[in-house]
């Protein structure tokens, strides 16, 4: 249990893909104006490489090494375009504000990086775990973005106002180059966060 948790957590804290791997920046640059977008974002991702693990994981032993990758693609491909199906039949206005950001997640690199160094490798629930955790890292990572742009850059949070007429809303924050400023300063903090966290149990090994 605890090394399923490991497998698990690591996706969260440990390996965040954005905020320490620093992969599949674009959707965070580019759909985190608001909590809604980027939740909506996240959740999709985290559907999509859960599922995506699972399906390698299965047809590990199948799957000639040396077309693996087109294959794993194919699979990102279809669970992508399930993804979509639902989004634009079920919540259109979503599906739209999502754009060509949605269907871009089948070359997310943190997928398939995935599927080729772990799930490919190991048995269905580990794979499953791997999948979820680096889907709940992105997916934490991206609502995080989103709060704090959303609110920064108009002033609301899920659409309901927070600060009264007198803020005076920094546009910025809701474009692209103020995402890219704002991750820049939460990568930072995650890395000091971690170096603190590597001192203090070095210290208390000694």
């Known amino acids: 249990m605890k090394e399923l948790w490991s497998i698990f957590s690591k996706g969260v804290f440990k390996e965040n893909p954005i905020f320490v791997l620093a992969l599949s920046l674009c959707p965070a640059l580019a759909v985190t104006s608001s ?3 980027a939740l909506t974002m996240g959740l999709s991702v985290l559907f999509v ?3 995506n693990n699972i399906v390698v994981s ?3 032993k199948i799957v000639n090494p040396k077309v693996r990758v087109p294959v794993y693609i194919t699979f990102i491909a279809t669970i ?3 993804v979509q199906l639902i989004l634009e039949a079920y919540f259109p206005i979503l599906y739209q504000s999502l ?3 949605l269907a871009l997640i089948v070359v997310f690199a943190i997928i398939l ?3 080729e160094v772990f799930a490919s490798k ?3 629930i580990p794979s499953f775990l791997d999948g979820l955790g680096m889907g709940c890292g992105f997916t934490v990572s991206m609502v995080s973005i989103g709060a704090i742009r959303e609110l920064l850059g108009s002033g609301k949070l899920l659409g309901f106002q927070v600060f009264g007429s007198w803020y ?3 546009l910025i924050m809701i474009l692209p180059a103020g995402a890219f400023i704002l991750i820049g300063y939460m990568i930072g903090i995650t890395k000091l966060f971690a170096q603190r966290k590597a001192k203090r149990l070095q210290g208390g090994e000694v």
């Open 99 to 101: 754009g060509i950001y």
């Open 80 to 82: 992508v375009t399930f």
């Open 49 to 51: 490489i859960s599922t």
């Open 168 to 170: 005076n809303a920094p």
């Open 122 to 124: 190991n048995k269905v």
């Open 58 to 60: 299965i047809t590990r």
């Open 113 to 115: 990086a995935r599927a």
């Open 35 to 37: 909590v809604a977008n």
